[in-house]
């Protein structure tokens, strides 16, 4: 039984919680624990840009709570990972350290954070995800949306090629489910600037919704929540925008994982889906 | 003893100097004239005018000048300072150690030359030439190293062969050079004079050739060799006229054997055999850059992304007729990722590239993709008529290479109109720098310098940070064309004709001393040298003479004295100083190279400053100790004044940024301990900067 | 034959040294048996009158701790001196001024005013200082006067040898007393130990890389140092290359880095200035303002390069004051 | 035109103080930044090497008051690339703090540091949300994190907003 401690942070609780209960259940099929993290709060990513320092400081608060269980993070969501990798870098230079203790915060033991789908890959591996595939998906051609904070920066990470990223391409396939390779792999869903101009953020949302159409795709799968409010909840306001009809399913990753070990649909939360994944339930045989 | 004192033609009236029974005061009317014998191990005081002058006058002496002439008389100070500079420079000459003669016997007079392109053909060709036997080395089984890899050179477009054969034959004229093919120098052992190299020679497979080509004919191997296909028994046209074979891709089949006029083993072997030198050139070029690194480029990844060469090399030989071309300059250069520097010769590469498949294919569309173009000197020229002959320049980074609907397209943004730019092509070449082949250095021991095995900041330090019986010669160092290879051959060949002139070399440069009673190898020191010439060899601390120059930068980072430079060891520095400086003076401890000329000049144009400022000249400001600056202040120093040369204008390198490391500690120590935090003062100051200097002992002196 | 008179002393010290005496464990009563002890103030119960009565140079060796500091100690160390053959300086304080030298970076009035009335224990409302004389009416009260500066024993009376270490460990106490009783002395004036610094010693410094060049100066606390690693090469300043080795890597394998209790070797004159240079000259940066930040960070350069040694220093302490 | 009179020369090395702005100078305007920025390719008005390049020229209220430089999405696409090795989205930010602390915060930040302040997190959690996760077998969670608002206060970023 491998223990983590489960980072939620703002929106995966109260609006994703279909990312949540399927993440927790293939978690629990895998024999990952997660351990809950009493009292974290925002990871900090909100306010890098009004100052930097306080949305590290607030970052580092989070990595403390695990820190005192000395359990390693997992996050769910891509930024929340790479804000709270930032703040564990910066632990380690005296500075900011300083700064933080004054605060009355401590870190004890030296722990890591990591998204949990690098979990799935690194510390898990493909060969176990295999052997607990029961129900290949193999009717399936989906495209992978990996999201900017998922191996960038690369010097937080250190993890998979952030030129030609290949980890979550793998870990698709795993279910059968075909990747299909296509344009711009890495383009940002828009979600940042979301709250500085909307129209701006549903064009970059958009620009990957055509190729998934044009790829002819069963689904987009996300792997952050911020994603999936700029593919998922902005993709109606995509359409009318430039009127054209999508109603492409975006199904976060656990979620794509669970139905291939043969997880009930209600287990992996697929009724909260926005965009109603029926087409892709009829192909793999699970229609309501 | 000795104290020679110079009256300098009657300028200097000093009169009733006396420093006791142990000094012998000497009174030269003229110094310079009379000239009067010094033994060489005799450490002497010469008061008199300025070092400056009076070193190249009195060379390689146990000596310290005491210049009366340019700090007091023309300066206008009392004649009775002389008397307390003459007095320290004598304390300071009881502690120093004298400078021991280093002599290098030139035992060998044959050179090993290492590499086998144009820079390497052309050194041994000099030397023999001029009766010097040269053992030249070559990894590959042929001669003409990157050159003959190419189509032609730039900016004529030439084919190489034009330079490389005439260069060739001219060599094999001389009968006085071996040659080594398929081999490498394993190991290299001894110091200048006398170098023991072990080769070692991998099997050529050809033993006998009559040329024939039936080899060829029946390879069942084909390889694709930087864009050109050929056999895996093969024939380069440079020299030796012998087939070879390629043992990395050969699988033995025997078929060439079978047909061969000459003889073939198919065995590969690995010989070792050991030559002598008494010097040695490396000349051993450089090797591509692996554009593969810049995954964004999709080299390997996406087909009809390619090297310059293998663009080259297929155009030039008609496999590859392309109809639209991107050529990205600058592919991993000048990128903190990759490589950091400037190649220098590949904007002209591309430019080449950009001609030969012009020249083929003239209704090819060529782009070319520069952050900047850099046609310095007369390949502006190349450049312009590029432009004419419709190449389309575009100024920016490319992003990335994708692949859409089939074509290759570069996306990138055009810096002139400062829009987004995509260019959709079939062929894209990646301009990618270069890497010195630093194989050889690393056996030699040299240190290197990010990439390079030589400093290149500093001008002198270029040739000073090699042994003395190492010499470089074309692209070993930093990638060079044809042209520079060329000459800078000749003059590796010129210095090693002058070094083999003699039979031995004498050097009475100061060098680092090990005292091994006190040295703990604690390695504070070693990563200090600018020259790498400290090391631990066989559990103890040791000063390579053929690499130390002599700035005392160790002896001043050893905790505990360990390390000392002749004549100018820190406990000297401290007797000097203590005997020197009284209650109110001002020290100026200046760096021989650059502030102590300042003083020279202040005199000279009359920036005066007051008599209690003292002068001490010091071979670097990172040979100042911060005992020296505690010991001028306990005497009652108003001010220490340590100046040195600008921020990597250090004739040592690094030594300033030593000074200002201490310097800045010891600010913060003094202030804890009662001082004003400008009581010790680190400034640069250059050779000709004597109002800078003026105005800072005045500061100080308020 | 009559065994060999012997005093013990301390004057500014912590007591420390005394107790490396009783870490001699059952080799005390080997010395006790050779040996007379005439003065030993915290062990048994002589008077200083006893001692002036003594006639000079009878008693065979002083072994004197502490750094100097008032009158009192200045006059039983001048006394010593007079009756005694040999006078050692034992442990750091004796040898280099040691912990209390650090009070040279104050002078006596600023230190009366911390010590009697700024601590927030102290209740002194009425501001009363120590005084050297005190009328009562039992009459006069004296106090010996305390100095502005504390001074090494050298700097008091005319030292022979040196016993150092903050303690001086028991095998070097054993070994220096043993070659006192068998007469087998190096030349005078020598510290009683190895001639090198503790890197010879040291385990560690096998780990240390050759170019030994940092970017960033870190102290102990701020750090969990590796218990295989080089302090240096991890950035951590240790004093070690500049110290005088014998001690047995005390610190070192408790995992502190060396502050420099044995003091410089022979060839230095100045211990911190003489590290202050060697740390500054292995900074690996070349550019001005990342050294002035990097030099900004070594916090209480007197402190870390002076920790036992600045009544020894050149400057021996602040000025003006 | 750019004018130069309007220039603060201050300007880049205040930037390069900030957190994250280390490495501004290095940038040599190859515009790899630019061609690789998601934003720009969709909107022209945002050019991070624009910004980089009117801060090196010390165009301070230029840079400050342009609403464009909000517009970095922060995916480090540019940073990636950039052949100086500058990180290029935190250069960026440290623009975005700088302009903050000038007056410059846009509402949307405002509005989200006072949700933080308040709650600790983005989204308010109502009873209804905790019956939710209730019902779907989820672990209940903390309604309110007082713990940030006292790390706002430490660090002085609610006055520097005007909260």
Known sequence: MKKYALFLGCTVPVRAQHYEMSARAVAKELAIEFVEMAGASCCGFPLKAVDAETSLLIAARNIAIASKQNLDVISLCNSCTAMLSDAQLQLKNNEFYREFKKLGFSYPNEITVKHFVRVLYEDIGIDKLKSAVKKRLDTLHVIAHYGCHYMRPSYLYGFDDPEIPHTFDELVNVTGAQSVEYMDKKMCCGGSVLGIDEALAVTMANHKLSIAKNNGVDALISICPFCTVMYEDNQRKAEEKFEIQYNIPVLYYPQLLGLSFGFDMNAVGLRFNRVRPNALLEKIGLSD | MRVLVCTCKDKIKLTNLDLGPDVKIEQYFDLCKEKPAIDSDEKVVIAGCSPNLLETLFPNLNCEFVNLYE????????????????????????????????????????????????????????????????????????????????????????????????????????????????????????????????????????????????????????????????????????????????????????????????????????????????????????????????????????????????????????????????????????????????????????????????????????????????????????????????????????????????????????????????????????????????????????????????????????????????????????????????????????????????????????????????????????????????????????????????????????????????????????????????????????????AYNATDKAAYDKYLYPENVKIIRVPCSGAVDPSHVMDAVNNGAKGVLIGGCYPDACHYARGNFRAKAREQILKQNLDLLGFSRDIVRLEWIGKDEANKFVEIVKEMNK | MAKPLVAFYWCASCGGCEEAVVDLAEDILKVADAVEFRLWPVALDFKYADVEAMPDKSIAVSFINGAVRTEEQEHLAKLLRQKSQLVIAFGACAHLGGIPGLANVANKNEIFETAYKLTRSTANPKGVYPQTVTETEYGKLKLPEFFDTVKTLDQTVEVDYYLPGCAPPPDLIMQGVTAILEGKLPPKGSVLTVEKALCETCERNKSKPDKLMIKEVKRISEVIADPEKCFLAEGIICLGPATRGGCGERCINANMPCRGCFGPTKEVKDMGAKFLSSLASIIDVDDEKEIEKIAESVLDPIGLFYMYSLPSSILRRKQGV | MIDLKNADPHFKWEIIKMEGGEGLLKCFGCSDCAASCPVRYFDERYNPRKIIRLTLLGMKNRVLSSPFLWFCAHCHACTERCPQGILVAEVINAIKNYAVENGYCPEGYKVQLDLLKRLGRLYEVEDFDLKKRQRLGLPPIDKTIPEVARILEHTGILKKVGQ
């Open chain 2, 71 to 594: 700090h007091i008389v023309l300066i206008g100070h009392p004649i009775e300072k002389a008397r307390d500079l003459i007095a320290a420079a004598v304390e300071k000459m009881k502690v120093v150690t004298p400078i021991k003669a280093k002599i290098f016997t030139i035992e060998k007079k044959s050179v090993v030359v290492i590499g086998g392109g144009v820079a390497a053909i052309e050194v041994a060709s000099q030397l023999a030439q001029n009766g010097v036997g040269v053992d030249l080395v070559e990894r590959s089984p042929f001669l003409g190293g990157t050159v003959a890899q190419l189509d032609r050179l730039y900016p004529e477009g030439t084919p190489y062969s034009h330079t490389l054969m005439p260069q060739i034959a001219k060599m094999l004229e001389s009968k006085n050079i071996n040659y080594y093919f398929n081999t490498e120098a394993k190991d290299i052992k001894g110091r200048i004079g006398n170098y023991d190299i072990t080769l070692q020679t991998c099997s050529r497979g050809v033993i006998d050739c009559t040329h024939c080509g039936k080899c060829v004919d029946v390879c069942p191997v084909e390889v694709d060799d930087a864009g050109k296909m050929r056999k895996a028994i093969y024939y380069v046209p440079t020299y030796p006229d012998i087939y070879a074979i390629d043992f990395n891709a050969c699988t033995k089949c025997g078929e060439c054997v079978k047909v061969c006029e000459g003889k073939i083993e198919l065995e590969d072997k690995i010989a070792e055999q050991n030559i002598d030198a008494g010097a040695i050139v490396i000349a051993s070029g450089l090797n591509w850059y692996d554009v593969d690194k810049v995954t964004e480029y999709g080299y390997c990844r996406l087909p009809g992304v390619m090297k310059t060469l293998e663009f080259e090399r297929a155009v030039a030989s008609g496999v590859l007729k392309p109809k639209k071309v991107v050529i990205i300059y600058c592919a991993g250069s000048r990128d903190a990722n990759h490589l950091p520097y400037c190649s220098k010769i590949c904007c002209f590469l591309g430019l080449k590239e950009a001609k030969l498949v012009l020249d083929r294919y003239p209704e090819t569309q060529v782009y070319v993709v520069a952050m900047d173009m850099r046609s310095f000197g007369t390949f502006e020229y190349f450049y312009n008529k590029l432009r004419e002959k419709g190449v389309t320049f575009v100024k920016g980074k490319p992003s990335e290479v994708i692949k859409r609907n089939d074509s290759l397209v570069v996306r990138t943004e055009d810096l002139y109109t400062n829009e987004l730019l995509e260019i959709e092509a079939d062929t894209v070449v990646l301009s990618a720098g270069f890497v010195p082949d630093t194989a050889t250095f690393d056996k030699l021991g040299i240190k290197l310098n990010g990439d390079f095995p030589v400093l290149f900041e500093n001008a002198d330090l270029g040739n000073t940070a090699l042994p003395r019986g190492i010499f470089t010669a074309g692209a070993a160092t930093f990638p060079a064309g044809v042209a520079d290879s060329l000459v800078d051959a000749r003059k590796a060949a010129f210095s090693v004709l002058n070094l083999f002139r003699q039979d031995k070399i004498e050097t009475k440069q100061p060098n680092a001393v090990i005292n091994e009673d006190l040295c703990s190898i604690c390695r504070m020191c070693i990563g200090t040298c600018p020259y790498g010439a400290l090391s631990i060899v066989e559990e103890k601390l040791k000063v390579n003479e053929e690499l130390c120059m002599g700035c005392g930068i160790c002896s001043i980072t050893c905790p505990v004295y360990a390390s000392q430079l002749e004549l100018f060891n820190p406990q000297g520095l401290s007797h000097q100083i203590r005997t020197l400086i009284k209650k109110g003076d001002v020290l100026a401890l200046l760096c021989r190279w650059s």
